[in-house]
């Protein structure tokens, strides 16, 4: 079937500048999803309708595609992005030393669009508040949090996430969920959630039964799709009124995935096929890729008025060559038995992924850095040959060496 969605002129696009897309009549600025639906690109002839889905119970409603701007180092990609109907922005006191979380503020500031977007951050994952008194982890959530409203320029902020968990205990963390509390009662933060990419179809489950998070931020892209485990515990927590938010949506920067996928689709059919196949599940709400320039920003936000595939991008999703060739790591775990030193695989081959695929070498090396010594790459300094060994098809060996070029 042909996509008919948006085709936006890519030199109108990469000559958008603070109010380019806007002065120039090509988009219009959507001051609610509702109103989103009726304001497509102007030289968009489809008649098609940006889709919009909720966010679980919050009572938000969002477009199905929104940002993740961990990479977006350009204020003006920010700007557009919000000028574009962008409405789900999902930042980080972490990212770039909380220059994401100025930019974002300055751009919804400046369009005065602060109550139409749904603004997502925090700072912590559940490694930095474990081991710490109940007291401590309450003053560094509340500090952590005053600095992101700081930063962003706003008294709240919509959704407050605490970051990977990847143990359904981590859901049930008093000490967490008081310092949660304490924060909506100030008033601080609106709706709570946390992320998860590893052993996340139990997490997911742990968020539903518990019933305190409002939204769960997962890991969920093509390759996964035989994980019916995760895709049944993804269903639950939606018809619980969770929000289900994809992430990692292009498998790891599947815009430039491996060669063999270069040679036979274009990155534009990657990237559509890609996200199309998460936001084809009713139960995700909305998902955040990580474009970083304006042609990405055109190919993405054109997913969000057509979930149709083309014949191509259909050919791409089942294409089980691609599928195994870019060796996306799930996460699962089922390597750690292979390594005689104990190695915290997963979270290299995570690492890697941040290097070779996002290009974001700080993000590799804060996460490098977060690894204990005793199973972090030091340990694999010491090994003469790589015995591990993936249970999919990532090529650990490789990836290790390469990390240890790069950082041991
Ligand atoms: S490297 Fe393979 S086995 Fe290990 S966590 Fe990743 S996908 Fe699972
Ligand atoms: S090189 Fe491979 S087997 Fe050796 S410690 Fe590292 S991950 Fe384990």
New binding site residues.
């Given amino acids: 079937m042909t996509n008919r969605g948006p085709d936006l002129n890519r030199r109108k696009f990469l000559s958008a500048t603070t109010a380019g897309l806007v002065s120039a009549g090509l988009v219009k600025l959507v001051p609610s999803c509702s109103e989103a639906k009726q304001e497509t690109p102007a030289d968009d002839d489809s008649g098609k309708e940006m889709i919009c889905r909720k966010l679980g119970r919050t009572g938000y409603e969002v477009p199905i595609v929104g940002f993740g701007i961990m990479n977006a180092s350009n204020p003006e990609l920010v700007h557009a992005a919000c000028e574009a109907g962008v409405r789900y922005f999902n930042a980080s006191a972490g990212y770039q030393f909380g220059r994401i979380e100025e930019h974002l503020g300055r751009a919804v500031n400046r369009l005065k669009i602060r109550d139409k977007v749904v603004i997502a951050t925090s700072e912590f994952d559940y490694n930095k508040l474990r081991g710490i008194s109940p007291v401590e982890v309450k003053r560094k959530m509340i500090t952590s949090c005053e600095g992101s409203l700081r930063r962003l320029g706003t008294d709240y902020i919509d959704i407050f996430y605490v970051y990977e968990a990847d143990n359904p205990r981590d859901i049930n963390d008093q000490a967490v969920i008081e310092s949660l509390m304490a924060l909506k009662d100030q008033g601080k933060i609106r709706y709570t959630g946390v992320t998860t990419h590893?052993n996340m179809a139990h997490v997911i489950e742990g968020v539903t039964r518990n019933g305190f998070f409002d939204l769960v931020l997962t890991s969920i892209n093509f390759t996964m799709a035989d994980d019916t485990k995760l895709l049944k515990a993804i269903s639950d927590a939606a018809a619980k009124g969770v929000a289900v938010v994809g992430m990692k949506v292009m498998a790891g920067g599947t815009r430039w995935p491996n060669p063999e996928s270069r040679k036979n689709y274009s990155s534009s059919t990657i990237a559509k096929a890609c996200l199309k196949w998460v936001m084809r599940n009713e139960n995700i709400a909305t998902c955040i890729p990580g474009f970083v320039n304006f042609e990405h920003m055109r190919q993405d936000l054109s997913v969000a008025y057509d979930l149709e595939y083309t014949e191509e991008e259909a050919k791409f999703v089942s294409d089980n060559g691609i599928k195994l060739g870019i060796?996306?790591?799930?996460?699962?775990?089922?390597?750690?038995a292979?390594c005689p030193e104990g190695v915290d695989?997963?979270t290299l081959?995570r690492t890697h992924m941040y290097a070779a695929q996002y290009g974001d070498f700080y993000k590799a090396r804060a996460t490098i850095d977060g690894i204990p010594s005793a199973s972090g790459l030091k340990a694999c300094a010491r090994c003469s040959s790589c015995q591990?060994?993936?249970?999919?098809?990532?090529d650990?060996t490789h990836r290790v060496d390469e990390l240890k070029t790069i950082y041991a």
Avoid at 327 to 336: E, H
Avoid at 388 to 394: G, H
Wanted: one cysteine or more; hydrophobic letters at 35%; a positive charge.
């Fill in positions: 590893s060796g996306f790591c799930r996460q699962c775990r089922k390597c750690l292979s695989i997963p081959m591990a060994r993936c249970a999919s098809t990532v650990i």
